[in-house]
């Protein structure tokens, strides 16, 4: 019999490199006052317009608890009719419509969310394969249009990861290491539902939902979605090597829960690599896909025959955090995924297995580096992102439906992006060079909302894991030459006249400044294509790069390779 220990993780092959499983302890307790407006437009020849939203409920699970009060929602001007109702999944729905709408309509919800994240030992005894469970769970073990667990390849692959397993959170477990280290963060994603993203290895927080749930539900584990709300508040961990910092984008956001018989209700965050949720998430809506919920900001409307257009509209999330207390820590381990996963310490059986850490890139001779050719074009770096987006259109397009009514959704586009131009705080960003390249230019997505000044990027060696020397300064761009324009988009930084020349290993880039620009960088959840400590902040006064973030800056490092 194996011993018992405290599991972290169960991997499913002994080949598994970059150990990046953390273990977690301590909780989050905050006050938070939320409100949502909105604002809407009808288009013309609109005869009926309808809103609905979910009322968030107070909310109770082994990490993550959710109490809601004060609630209020105001419209003006007032609705022809409002209802209220529960659906089949629990959901408090609110309906309003208003008749012949002549101008905008106004839409105000505020409540105070008390949330706590506690992460204490976990026990589970639940087995694996589940038996006996109650009827209750059965549509959150089915099949659907975007879960797709009736797939072949979906069953093929479930069985691989959860092959001799014996408790219902290893295998849990084993599942979400496969899809963190197997999906990209990507937004907007071409799909999203489990198939997309198990085929293309890429998705947004819908993806990573859909195909996780897949792959549990397959596996007799009934999993169901959940849409809500992440706010932007920013929070540190603390680490032997100095401060961790997790932060998201401020709107809506899909993850999961998971039943387990002994604890309930579980909830993970696939897309943010955690078997938890922060107290930064406020829960809104459950189903058993996000083609069912759809009811929390659902925008709908009936116009006359022959007109055209659809209503306009703008959404605004703010939070206060009137009381917010913090006090966790993590620490490493030395087994794991590819990629960071995130977890509260849990009793059950697993063993652990042994990492083989990859060999790190091999320099090569200065001389040897001015003897090459450097002909072919060389492109790198962490390259999508919603290029141009719009993050105030919070909707989807207009979905035609029965007779003359049309539909748009929420959707989960979010602007996750860093004000790096801040007199206090410095930002670095590595990048892992496996051939030689003569470097030409360095690109970040950014955004210029005005000031003044100048911009440029600083090259830095890497000094054991941080920011080192500077090797390199790009040419200086005065924030006029930076257009004003709508999202963020590419701006190149020429390294073209410094001839500089770079052997394989691991490089730094910063945004320095000089006067008061206003200029936000932009970044990808998780760690796309570096690696999870490869993003630095310090404070200007500060020596050290002891701080940490949790997402990857959007970067292109351009020129030619060597050969």
């Known amino acids: 019999m194996k011993k018992k220990h405290i599991a972290l993780l169960t991997l499913v092959s002994a080949c598994i490199v970059h150990a990046e499983n953390y273990l977690m302890n301590g909780g989050q307790e905050s006050t938070i006052q939320y409100r949502l407006t909105q604002q809407v437009q009808p288009a013309g020849g609109v005869k009926v317009l309808k809103l609905s939203f979910v009322v968030p409920e107070t909310f109770e699970s082994p990490t993550y608890n959710q109490v809601i009060s004060n609630f209020g929602l105001n419209m003006n001007p007032p609705p022809s009719s409002r209802s209220e109702e529960k659906d089949r999944r629990g959901n408090q729905i609110i309906r309003a419509e208003w008749k012949n709408p002549s101008g905008n309509v106004d839409v105000s919800m505020h409540f105070t969310a008390a949330n706590r994240t506690l992460l204490r030992q976990l026990v589970s005894s639940a087995p694996f394969p589940l038996t006996g469970l109650p009827s209750s769970m059965q549509d959150y073990l089915k099949s659907t249009a975007q879960v797709q667990s009736d797939d072949m390849r979906i069953r093929t692959k479930a069985a691989e990861l959860t092959s001799g397993v014996q408790t219902e959170f290893d295998a849990v477990q084993r599942i979400l290491a496969w899809v963190v280290d197997h999906v990209r963060y990507v937004t907007p994603p071409e799909q999203y539902d489990a198939i997309y993203s198990f085929q293309s290895g890429k998705g947004n927080c819908q993806n990573y939902s859909h195909l996780s749930a897949a792959l549990m539900r397959v596996s007799g584990i009934p999993?169901?979605?959940?849409?809500?709300?992440?706010?932007?508040?920013?929070?540190?961990?603390?680490?032997?090597?100095?401060?961790?910092?997790?932060?998201?984008?401020?709107?809506?956001?899909?993850?999961?829960?998971?039943?387990?018989?002994?604890?309930?209700?579980?909830?993970?965050?696939?897309?943010?690599?955690?078997?938890?949720?922060?107290?930064?998430?406020?829960?809104?809506?459950?189903?058993?896909?996000?083609?069912?919920?759809?009811?929390?900001?659902?925008?709908?409307?009936?116009?006359?025959?022959?007109?055209?257009?659809?209503?306009?509209?703008?959404?605004?999330?703010?939070?206060?955090?009137?009381?917010?207390?913090?006090?966790?820590?993590?620490?490493?381990?030395?087994?794991?995924?590819?990629?960071?996963?995130?977890?509260?310490?849990?009793?059950?059986?697993?063993?652990?297995?042994?990492?083989?850490?990859?060999?790190?890139?091999?320099?090569?001779?200065?001389?040897?580096?001015?003897?090459?050719?450097?002909?072919?074009?060389?492109?790198?770096?962490?390259?999508?992102?919603?290029?141009?987006?719009?993050?105030?259109?919070?909707?989807?397009?207009?979905?035609?439906?029965?007779?003359?009514?049309?539909?748009?959704?929420k959707n989960f586009l979010v602007e996750t992006a860093e004000y790096v131009t801040t007199k206090m705080t410095q930002y670095a960003q590595v990048f892992v060079l496996k051939k030689p390249v003569k470097l030409a230019a360095v690109s970040l997505a950014l955004h210029n909302f005005g000031g003044s000044g100048q911009v440029w990027v600083d090259l830095m060696k890497d000094s054991g894991g941080m920011p080192g020397e500077v090797l390199a300064t790009s040419d200086f761009l005065s924030l006029s030459q930076i257009r004003q324009k709508q999202g963020y988009d590419w701006v190149d930084f020429d390294f073209s006249k410094s001839g500089v020349i770079l052997s394989p290993g691991r490089y730094w880039i910063g945004l320095g400044f000089t006067g008061s620009p206003i200029v936000n960088w932009y970044y990808t959840y998780g760690k796309p294509v570096g690696p999870v400590d490869g993003t630095r902040y310090k404070g200007v006064y500060d020596e050290a790069w002891s701080g940490a973030l949790s997402y990857e800056f959007n970067y292109r490092v351009a020129g030619l390779a060597g050969e």
């Open 223 to 409: 999993v169901r979605i959940v849409n809500g709300v992440t706010l932007k508040e920013p929070y540190t961990v603390k680490t032997a090597e100095g401060e961790f910092t997790f932060k998201m984008g401020q709107g809506r956001h899909s993850w999961i829960e998971v039943y387990f018989p002994d604890l309930g209700w579980v909830p993970f965050d696939p897309q943010q690599t955690e078997l938890f949720v922060s107290n930064r998430f406020i829960r809104i809506e459950v189903g058993i896909d996000n083609n069912e919920t759809v009811n929390d900001g659902m925008v709908k409307w009936q116009q006359s025959s022959g007109a055209s257009g659809k209503p306009s509209f703008q959404e605004v999330i703010e939070a206060d955090f009137s009381a917010d207390r913090v006090n966790l820590s993590m620490e490493k381990q030395n087994y794991g995924p590819r990629n960071m996963l995130i977890l509260p310490p849990v009793q059950a059986k697993f063993t652990p297995v042994k990492v083989v850490p990859p060999p790190p890139p091999q320099k090569i001779p200065e001389d040897r580096l001015k003897q090459m050719q450097y002909v072919k074009k060389f492109i790198f770096g962490n390259l999508d992102f919603p290029q141009g987006a719009n993050f105030m259109d919070t909707r989807g397009p207009a979905e035609a439906g029965a007779g003359d009514e049309f539909s748009m959704r």
